[in-house]
Each structure stands twice: as structure tokens, then as C-alpha cells.
């Protein structure tokens, strides 16, 4: 046994959201113990976590596809109370290339950590709205049918809540809440973490900040001949230090409501969409920079809108989204200019 302290397990810690929440859960007083591979993020993560908060968590480097190696992680942590399941790879595209990989590393890690708890134990679970596809009716509500998702990686998503409603009506232990984000962006405002694709981006927020540093080249938006009011696709983008903060109430009402023998669905996006030139205008507003794009043909798959209703998430957890658009973007263009610096030096 490495330590008796009561912990939350972060999964995926070091990544983008994993790591804004970890930093959230020890300025609450959580003890907290990540797990990641370092498949998708770096260890300058974990300094970078321990100099915001002035502690440095549990940290161990195992790849939650092997089963030894979580039942071993189980065996040291004994005192794991609550789970907020993070990894998974998360490249759309990517996964539409490698199934295989996407199906093996998305479910067969989220089943090892499910077949590894013994006691009671609270766990929230990653989802995406990419499992409503184009809903039939906006704003999004959780009781909306889902669809069978575009991509492989979503696809993942779906099964993945599909296993866990499954077994939260037979394992009386397991106390779950699937999080479905909208669209994730911004970063700490400290700039000493935030989104940092090792590829060239594929989402917008990301692609504008780099292009807007001559990292990449300019942006192409994705079609503007869409039955929007301006023809570009409609987004809910969600301040990741909001979602952070979702996750630390989750895991309370999971807490507190301990008898939930059903899988809880609820959605994370801010209720109010935002079109691709709503962003762009946002991030020059925020930035005072000449930024260039160019309009470009419609990318496959992209839905033409999505945004969520954010009731349940407002009656359930007693939460709501603190940060507007533009505190999103002022925020992602301080990380970046950062990174930029200190990867140069
Ligand atoms: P991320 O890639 O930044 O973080 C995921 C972390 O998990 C990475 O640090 C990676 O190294 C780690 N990881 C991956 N496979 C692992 C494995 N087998 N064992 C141990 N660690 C592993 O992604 P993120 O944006 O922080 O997303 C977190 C979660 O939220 C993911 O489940 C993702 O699917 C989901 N999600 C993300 C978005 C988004 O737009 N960012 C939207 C909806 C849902
Ligand atoms: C946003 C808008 C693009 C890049 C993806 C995943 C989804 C979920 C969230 C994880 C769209 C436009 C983008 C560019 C552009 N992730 N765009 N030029 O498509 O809502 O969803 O992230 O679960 O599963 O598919 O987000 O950031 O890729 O795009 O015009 O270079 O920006 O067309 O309208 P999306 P995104």
C-alpha cells in the first residue's frame, strides 16, 4: 500500500481536462492520484499542476489498456473513492484511420478500471455530445435520442456509457455520472496549463490561436453556406475551468446520492451556441491581432449545429458556467503565447 489516504483517481490527469481538474480537486483538499501514459501529454504537466497549487499529487505512468497493471495500481491505492475517468484518445479523424487502436484503448480502459473496483466507489465517465449527432431539436436535453456517432471515437463514447448503464444496474458499488462536454476550450488562467495538441490541431479554437502565431498555416473555416444565420456551424464552447468545476460537483452529488442505481447522464455546454465567426470575431476582439482566414469547403462529418440545455446540470449539480466566450479565448491565446515563448527559450 503506497499511501491510507482517502484519493480521487484522475485518469488521464495530464491531458487537457484531466489536468485543469486535478488542479481544482487539490485546491478543494482532495488527495488526488493520477494515472496517465503519457500517450497524449507530457510529465511537465505534473510541475506545472504542483506549482499552481503548491502540492504535487500521486502520480503513476501506467497504460490503463493493461489489466496487470491497473489491478496492480488498485492493489497500492486501496483508498480510491471516487474515479473521474479522463483517458482515452480523443482524435476524431484519427480514429476513422485506426479503429482498432481507438475501440482497444477507449473501452478495454475503461472496463479494466471498472473490473478493478472492489469497494464503493464513485465514478464520472467522459462523454461527448458527439453521441446526439444532429439533434432533432435544439437546445440539446440528455433525454434526446442519440445516434449512432460518425466516427469511430465517438462511437467509443456511446459504448462506453452503454457498459456502464449495464453495469450500474447489476453492481450495486458503482456510482456513475457520464459528463457529456459540448465543446471544451480556454485554458488556467495562469497559463501554466491548457490544450496542447501534439499534432497540428483539428479543432478551431486551437488551430486559430497557433495559426494566429504563424505556427501553422491560416485558418480554413469549414463551409459558411449553412443554414445559420451566417452560414458557419454553431458550437457550445465550454470554458474547460467550468467543466473542471462540474467534475468536482459531480463527484459530490455522487456523494450524497448513493443509493443511484442508474446511470446519470448529464450535459456540460454553456446553453447558448456560438458560429465559427462568432469565435473569430471573439478571438480578435480578445487579441487585438489581425488574424487571417480564408473560407474553404465543408468538412466531412460536421454537423451544422449543436448546443446544450444545461438545466439538469443546473438543478442536479447546482452549477453553472462562470466564463463567457471571450474570457475562453483571452485565456487560450495567453496559454498559447506562453507555450510559444517557453518552447522557444
Ligand atoms: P487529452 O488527450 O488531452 O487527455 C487524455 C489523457 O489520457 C492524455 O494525457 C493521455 O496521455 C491519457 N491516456 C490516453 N490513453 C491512456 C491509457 N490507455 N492509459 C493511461 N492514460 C491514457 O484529452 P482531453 O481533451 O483532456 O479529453 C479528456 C476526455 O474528455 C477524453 O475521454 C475525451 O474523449 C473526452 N472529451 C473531450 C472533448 C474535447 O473536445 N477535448 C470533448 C468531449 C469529450
Ligand atoms: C468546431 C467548428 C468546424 C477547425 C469535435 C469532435 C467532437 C467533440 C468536440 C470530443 C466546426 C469549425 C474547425 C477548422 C473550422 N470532441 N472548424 N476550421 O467539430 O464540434 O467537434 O470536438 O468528444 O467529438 O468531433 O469541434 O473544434 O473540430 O470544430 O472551420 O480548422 O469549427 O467546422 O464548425 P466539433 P471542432
Redesign the pocket.
Known amino acids: 500500500m503506497k499511501t491510507d489516504s482517502e484519493l480521487v483517481l484522475v ?9 485543469h481538474t486535478s488542479v481544482l480537486l487539490l485546491e478543494k483538499g482532495h488527495e488526488v492520484l493520477i ?7 507530457s510529465p511537465e ?1 505534473l510541475d506545472a499542476i504542483a506549482k499552481i497549487t503548491g502540492k504535487t499529487p500521486f502520480f503513476e505512468t ?5 489489466q496487470v497493471g491497473v489491478t496492480q495500481l488498485f492493489d497500492d491505492y486501496p483508498n480510491i473513492k471516487g474515479i473521474l ?6 482524435a476524431v479523424g484519427e480514429s476513422v484511420q485506426k479503429p482498432i487502436e481507438y475501440y482497444q ?2 473501452i ?2 475503461l472496463l479494466n478500471v471498472m473490473a478493478a473496483i472492489k469497494t464503493k466507489t464513485n465514478l464520472v465517465f ?5 453521441v446526439y449527432g444532429q439533434a432533432d431539436q435544439l437546445p440539446i436535453a440528455e433525454d434526446c435520442p442519440t445516434k449512432r456517432p460518425e466516427s469511430p ?1 465517438g462511437n ?2 456511446k459504448i462506453g456509457e452503454e457498459l456502464l448503464e449495464d453495469a450500474t444496474k447489476v453492481h450495486s458499488s458503482l456510482n456513475v455520472m457520464s459528463l ?5 476550450v480556454g485554458a488556467h488562467p495562469s497559463a501554466l496549463i491548457g ?3 501534439k499534432d497540428i490541431p483539428q ?1 478551431l479554437v486551437p488551430y486559430i490561436t497557433q495559426s494566429a502565431l504563424g505556427k501553422i498555416a491560416p485558418l480554413t473555416v469549414y463551409g459558411n453556406d449553412y443554414p445559420t444565420p451566417d452560414g458557419t456551424c454553431i458550437r457550445d464552447y465550454i470554458h474547460v475551468m467550468d467543466l473542471a468545476n462540474a467534475h468536482i460537483l459531480a463527484l459530490e452529488y455522487l456523494e450524497q446520492n448513493k443509493s443511484a442505481a442508474h446511470l446519470e447522464i448529464v450535459n456540460l455546454g454553456t446553453g447558448t451556441g456560438h458560429s465559427v465567426m462568432e469565435v473569430i470575431e471573439s478571438f480578435k476582439r480578445v487579441s487585438k491581432q489581425n488574424f487571417q482566414y480564408s473560407i474553404g469547403p465543408k468538412r466531412e462529418g460536421d454537423i451544422t449545429a449543436a448546443y446544450a440545455s444545461i438545466e439538469k446540470a443546473k438543478n442536479l449539480l447546482k452549477w453553472e458556467p462562470q466564463h463567457t466566450l471571450d474570457d475562453a479565448l483571452a485565456s487560450a491565446w495567453k496559454w498559447e503565447q506562453k507555450n510559444h515563448k517557453d518552447n522557444q527559450n
Not at 11 to 19: A, D, Q
Not at 85 to 90: G, L, P, Q, R
Not at 180 to 184: D, I, L, Q
Open positions: 485518469t488521464g490527469g495530464l491531458g487537457y481536462i484531466g489536468s494515472v496517465d501514459d503519457l500517450s497524449n501529454s504537466v501506467v497504460d490503463l489498456k493493461n475517468h479522463f483517458a482515452a484518445s480523443k484503448n477507449n478495454n480502459s467522459s462523454s461527448s455530445c458527439t471515437y467509443t463514447k457529456r462536454y459540448f465543446n471544451p490544450e496542447n495538441p479543432n
